[in-house]
């Protein structure tokens, strides 16, 4: 909610259905950069595949030994009545 109400106070516009994952990756691929000391993939892409635990507004993200979104989730939404209804959480 806050990464929301953030969002609108800058941009006066509302949040894109995929913004906070794209947010959650581009800062993940930051972190990994910094803690690399580099922006030369060679250097921060075995720092970013030990990723384990990073908070982001999504949840807190890691990846397994194959580089997979560890606890990643699919959910799924329906429409009824013009009111937006959860159908399922997949993972």
Do not use: C
Request: hydrophobic share 40%; net charge positive.
């Amino acid at each position: 909610e806050k990464f929301k109400t953030d969002f609108k106070k800058k941009f006066n516009a509302d949040v894109q259905i995929y913004a906070p994952y794209v947010y959650d990756a581009t800062m993940v691929l930051v972190d990994a950069m910094v803690k690399a000391g580099s922006a030369d993939p060679a250097k921060y892409l075995p720092v970013l595949a030990k990723t384990n635990g990073y908070k982001g507004v999504t949840g807190t993200i890691a990846f397994d030994e194959k580089g997979d979104v560890k606890n990643g989730a699919l959910t799924l939404f329906t429409y009824k009545g013009g009111n937006r209804e959860q159908i399922a959480v997949v993972r």
